[in-house]
Nanobody, 126 residues
Framework: QVQLVESGGGLVQSGGSLRLSCAPS????????MGWFRQVPGKEREFVACISWGDSTFYSDSVKGRFTISRDDSRDNGKTTIYLRMNSLKPEDTAVYYC????????????????WGQGTQVTVSS
């Protein structure tokens, strides 16, 4: 299994932007579909966005047009870092955001994501 470490969360005002990063602990060589999910207390974890092995992207309707998922492949160490650029943030985007990995072909199917980071808190004030 690959360990995933998220960073970039924080407090931002409504309308602001943040960029989350997800770094793997080892060489990934594009071996996974990667996704971002979020969760608020008392609710189920929600799919946000994913990027496939072939760079196809999918977004939830609630973030489409505001969030962008991307990946950066390092030629130096073979690691793929995943980013989630979040623009025009709203208070309802407040949640813990998780990075996750799934076998190639998973796409937006949440149950197939079986490797998770520890999460990073995003708080959007009104």
């Amino acid at each position: 299994q690959v360990q995933l470490v998220e960073s970039g969360g924080g407090l931002v005002q409504s309308g602001g932007s943040l960029r989350l990063s997800c770094a793997p602990s080892e060489r990934t060589l594009r071996s996974y579909d990667m996704g971002w999910f979020r969760q608020v207390p008392g609710k189920e974890r929600e799919f946000v966005a994913c990027i496939s092995w072939g760079d196809s992207t999918f977004y939830s309707d609630s973030v489409k047009g505001r969030f962008t998922i991307s990946r950066d492949d390092s030629r130096d160490n073979g690691k793929t870092t995943i980013y989630l650029r979040m623009n025009s943030l709203k208070p309802e985007d407040t949640a813990v955001y998780y990075c996750a990995a799934a076998p190639i072909g998973a796409g937006p199917r949440t149950p197939l994501y079986d490797q998770w980071g520890q999460g990073t808190q995003v708080t959007v004030s009104s």
